[in-house]
């Protein structure tokens, strides 16, 4: 599958599940779930980052494991930052969030973009010069926004 | 893909990625690992249950991006119950999980294995007949793990 046309598909994934994300009872629920989601995400993507900086082992199966689940987990999270899900359970969330949506919209996009256009397909390659070209720019996607709509 | 194929595929993924799952740096990041994990689990299962249910209008779109998410959090949890995570961080997890680890890992393979061969099948077939049928059964296999093992 070309790069393309694997992002068109994560899109459209995140697309569809639109509705069915949209759909917490409680605000406490959207922050319990978009907190587990990226810690799910944080695991697996700090585990290629171990692999790229020389932290552990490479191994190509593993890797291209972790990239599954980060391919799946960077989609989940965006669809439970909500309407009024600024309180209801301790969050790191920044108002930022809610008074620059566009932003924090195009931030989101553009990780799920880099992770499926170039994360994804480099630690699925078995090569591991590649995963460490493509780690860093994914690094720096996730930074980006944390140091913009994350309290620290 | 058969359904055969898919659950191979299923529990291969799942065993290559042992290595990787095995390596957390204290037992408070693989217990919050594992709860991370079984909510993102939990929320997209009771969304499927909720269709299944008449309690949320039937989407097929919506139905087949829970499942994907489903299939991919179901093989996640597991390996974050390794010896000395029964403690570390407040947890649900009963120490009959590490007292009988051959009767959880067998429920744990239960569960996938219906997941992959059953609901996710059922949950992209376009059909909510389908996803009747597959749900309770699937239900069943979550409930009988969390009688035993959860603490309530």
Chains 1, 2 share one sequence.
Not at 95 to 123: C, N, S, T, Y
Not at 130 to 149: I, N, Q, S, V, Y
Request: with cysteine; aromatic share 6%; glycine share 6%.
């Amino acid at each position: 599958m070309k790069a393309t046309s694997r992002l068109t598909l994560a899109l459209l994934a995140a697309a569809l599940a639109v509705p069915a994300m949209a759909q917490f009872a409680k605000p406490e629920d959207a922050i319990k779930y978009r907190q587990s989601a990226l810690t799910v995400l944080g695991t697996h993507f700090a585990r290629l980052g171990a692999m790229a900086n020389g932290k552990m082992a490479y191994d190509a199966a593993t890797a291209a494991a972790d990239a599954e689940v980060v391919a799946v987990a960077s989609r989940l999270p965006w669809h439970a930052f909500g309407p009024g899900t600024d309180k209801g359970r301790e969050t790191a969330a920044r108002p930022e969030i809610w008074q620059e949506g566009a932003k924090f919209k195009e931030r989101g996009e553009a990780m799920m973009a880099q992770v499926a256009d170039k994360l994804v397909p480099a630690a699925k390659s078995g090569s591991l010069d590649e995963l460490k070209t493509a780690f860093g720019p994914t690094a720096k996607r996730c930074k980006a926004c944390h140091d913009d709509f994350r309290r620290k």
